[in-house]
């Protein structure tokens, strides 16, 4: 059960790293629009698009931070412990994901208007846009500082419950961990239950 164990937190350490590489191309690719978008349009305000760069910064840390948590969180012990740092992990990727797939959204080819002088414009697509992602940004900041802070204090809202390894139990079951949403699965069951994303193929 342990190699079972083993290969799920491993999986899920790569893949973040993985999404992490991609996060640092996203990076530049910002950095690149944004400066061309300045350049194109002197008469944009800089200060209106500083949002872009903080959020394309966010995603990486965040990232990384949400990869080296699988380390932490196969060397958990305790019932209540590994529950709660699941739900820390379920909350901090849930709401990255979410500020991840609108930095990867071309905001330059979607969101700015030209007007009747085709002249290109800051209009409300654009600050309806960026109202969402600076939303989005706070849950992921709110979630990413209560994980970090708990992790360094060493999950100090959970009591102690033993060094029982809940994970030895679920593995033990015949049941297989979802690599999107780390929800557990009957084996015989192709897509997760929770998110609906398929059973990984994976040999041990």
């Known amino acids: 059960m342990i ?10 350490f790569n893949e973040h790293l993985n999404s992490l590489k991609f996060a640092l191309k996203r990076q530049n ?4 629009t944004v400066t ?18 903080d959020v394309s910064e966010l995603v990486i840390r965040a990232r990384r931070c949400l990869a080296y948590t699988y380390a932490i969180r196969f060397y958990l012990k305790g019932t209540l412990r590994q ?3 699941d739900m820390l992990q379920a909350l901090l990727e849930g709401s ?5 797939k609108r930095n990867e959204e071309p905001w330059e080819k979607k969101y700015i208007d030209v007007d009747e002088l085709a ?23 709110e979630h990413f500082g209560k994980t970090i802070q708990d992790i360094e204090a060493n999950l100090p809202d959970v009591p102690y419950d033993g060094d029982k390894d809940h994970d030895l139990d679920s593995f033990a079951k015949d049941q297989w961990f979802c690599a999107s ?3 557990s699965n009957q084996n015989n069951v192709q897509y ?3 998110c609906g994303s398929p059973k990984p193929r994976i040999k041990l």
Do not use: D
């Open 3 to 12: 190699l079972k164990k083993l290969e799920h937190y491993s999986m899920r």
């Open 29 to 32: 690719e910002v950095k690149t």
């Open 36 to 53: 061309t978008c300045l350049q194109m349009c002197p008469h944009f305000n800089p200060n209106e698009l500083v949002f872009l760069e």
């Open 83 to 85: 529950q709660f740092f």
């Open 96 to 100: 990255l994901e979410k500020l991840n």
């Open 119 to 141: 002249k290109m414009q800051l209009g409300e697509r654009f600050f309806a846009f960026k109202r969402e992602v600076i939303s989005l940004k706070e849950s992921v900041e």
């Open 181 to 183: 949403c780390t929800a």
């Open 192 to 194: 997760c239950q929770s």
